[in-house]
């Protein structure tokens, strides 16, 4: 059965930390790997993922995938109390996104 | 990037009446979709919407429950048919081009109480 794993959960933090949300992949017809942020309803795009080892990189956010080991990272540098939302991690098996459960980033001034 | 607009954006309802929700693109798209998000969950695909032809539903959604129509490129609706108090959550329409690998825009979702 196709599955996408995100860890952690949930994450804490204080403003200027960085942190590395995780995603990890077990698909059959692997395309892509999206990655989205969600504040309130409607997840928002950050990065589209389909070659290993090429950093995709916009401000503070950053992220790569390893397509041998089937996983990918999220990196946000010197955190804002803006950056607090759920990420989301997607990845196209053909045309159909599959999700993760989301990792909750809370980030305190 | 698509701009993808729905309405309502929220809707209160109560058991067993329907309600279709509306999702509009401001470019001509080859793929829709219909996505349901319930309290605390992750997104949940419930059908590709085809232009011209009927919607290709995932496993555990049916035709009967959620009615999808796709007129053109640019349009699709879902009804939500004879709702239970379990169908509260969020709609959110999606769309993006074939081609192997092509990003995949939301709607800003409509969030359904059924009562």
């Known amino acids: 059965e196709d599955k996408v794993v995100q860890s952690p959960l949930s994450l804490v933090v204080h403003e200027g930390d960085t942190v590395t949300l995780n995603c990890s992949y077990e698909v059959t017809n692997f395309r892509s790997l999206l990655w989205y942020k969600q504040e309130k309803k409607a997840p928002t795009f950050l990065f589209m993922l389909t070659s290993s080892g090429i950093e995709k990189k916009s401000g503070r956010l950053s992220s790569i995938l390893d397509k041998k080991e089937l996983f990918s990272i999220l990196n946000i540098t010197a955190t804002q109390t803006g950056d607090s939302a759920v990420y989301l991690c997607a990845v196209r098996d053909t045309d159909k996104l599959i999700f993760g459960t989301g990792t909750r980033l809370q980030v305190f001034p | 990037s698509a701009v993808i607009s729905q309405k309502p954006s929220r809707d209160i309802c109560q058991r067993g009446t329907s309600l279709t929700i509306q999702c509009q693109v401001d470019s001509q798209v080859t793929m829709m979709f219909w996505y349901r998000q319930q309290p605390g969950q992750s997104l949940t695909l419930i059908a590709t919407?085809?232009?011209?032809?009927?919607?290709?539903?995932e496993s555990g959604f049916v035709i009967d429950k959620f009615p999808i129509s796709r007129p053109n490129l640019t349009f699709s609706t879902l009804t939500v048919s004879n709702m239970s108090p379990e169908d509260s959550s969020i709609y959110l329409c999606?769309?993006?081009?074939?081609?192997?690998?092509?990003?995949?825009?939301f709607g800003p979702g409509t969030r359904l109480t059924v009562t």
């Open positions: 919407a085809n232009q011209g032809s009927e919607a290709t539903y």
């Open positions: 999606s769309a993006g081009d074939t081609g192997g690998s092509y990003e995949q825009y």
